[in-house]
């Protein structure tokens, strides 16, 4: 059976530049090991595979794979699946928006423009903030070969995926980065927790940041929504951002010969949305 198939990138405009994401549009009698082959096979940071949706209200459903394991929810494979369902037509917005169901439930999904110019945000599941140990922090520091900001205590923030976010002194010191690797993988299945994420101030009001995933087989996600989006949950929470919101640019991927951008907002009530552009780099079938 042939299945039609997509690889998006995410968080650009420019193929080549983002995050890839496989989509499998047509992902009907395929149970969860021959998603995971496929993710597996594909070798992306995540592969997703969309279905009919289960409850009133949702456009289509999502499953998510990175090449080992299952998400229950993640922000480039949000834009990228919505952007490749827009493209050939399986889905028309409503008011502006989609509603994707995952296991976190549902996402909504603001659609602005057309085409090329095409903008996708999503709203971020809510997130639950749990303060790492000094024993934990000092592993942390380990891994990183850097010491981390003393008056920002990294956390672990769970928006369905799960980060432990850290701030570094700045933009240079996050480029600068040259993590172990495996014991980074090690800490990570301790935790229970996806990955970890760091950023750092940058020029204005922008910061960089980079995304580790050894455990589920991502060595660095090129540019990574959920980690971006529990940055800001991060930002929110230790006050790095005015009380009223912000709205903020962060630049992601340079260090894997990528160039991601990514708009995120931080309303005055606390929500927080993360977004940018996407493009097609393959269209074609899944023979399988």
Known sequence: MSRAFKVVDAFSSRPF???????????????????????GWTNLSETTFVLPPGTPGADYRLRIFTPRSELPFAGHPTLGTAHAMLEAGRVTPRDGQLVQECAVGLVRLAVAGEGAERRLTLELPSATVTPLGAADIAELEAILGQRVEAGAAPSVVNVGAVWVVAQLADAAAVLALQPDLARSAAFERRLGVT???????????????????????????????????????????????????????????RCVGRDGRVAVRVAAGGQVSVGGACVTCVDGVLAR
Request: glycine share 20%.
């Open 17 to 39: 530049l983002g995050n890839p994401v496989a989509v499998v549009l047509d992902a009907e009698g395929l149970d969860t090991a021959a998603m995971q082959a496929i993710a």
């Open 195 to 253: 990955g970890v994420t760091v950023f750092g101030q940058g020029e204005g009001t922008g910061i960089e940041v980079r995304s580790f995933a050894p455990s589920g087989g991502v060595p660095e996600d090129p540019v990574c929504g959920s980690g971006n989006g529990s940055v800001a949950v991060f930002r929110r929470e230790r006050g790095l951002l005015p009380p009223g919101g912000a709205d903020y640019l962060a630049t992601q991927g």
